[in-house]
């Protein structure tokens, strides 16, 4: 059974910085895709940011330049995915979700469900 558990969303003010962390655990060996939506108030789900295992990375329009998303891929490493946020505005206050794509087990077992974080609250405000 995977899991993922988040950490690191809060208050911040305008201009301000947060880190985000996703952990994700079960029987895992490899994870394709991993990275980061949002959804505020009244609004749908949306991507933030995701990392494929080949190091390629992709950005909402509106975080580009401001976010960065990373990920652990040693060998035998945490399976974790951050979200390193700066110049933070009052428009990125949502509850972000970390998601994970494509699951290789420990068994060769690849299944391709997308998994979801149970989301942590940023809000920027001063």
């Known amino acids: 059974q995977v899991q993922l558990v988040e950490s690191g969303g809060g208050l911040v003010q305008p201009g301000g910085s947060l880190r985000l962390s996703c952990e994700a655990s079960g029987s895992i060996a490899r994870i394709n895709v991993m990275g980061w939506y949002r959804q505020a108030p009244g609004k749908e789900r949306e991507l933030v940011a995701v990392?494929?295992?080949?190091?390629?990375?992709?950005?909402?329009d509106s975080v580009k330049g401001r976010f960065t998303v990373s990920r652990d891929n040693r060998d035998n490493a945490k399976h974790t995915v951050y979200l390193q946020m700066s110049n933070l505005k009052p428009e990125d206050t949502a509850v972000y979700y970390c998601?994970?794509?494509?699951?290789?087990?420990?068994?060769?077992?690849?299944?391709?469900?997308?998994?979801w974080g149970q989301g942590t609250q940023v809000t920027v405000s001063s």
């Open positions: 990392s494929s295992r080949t190091g390629s990375t992709n950005y909402a």
């Open positions: 998601n994970i794509v494509g699951i290789w087990n420990v068994d060769s077992y690849f299944d391709p469900t997308a998994y």
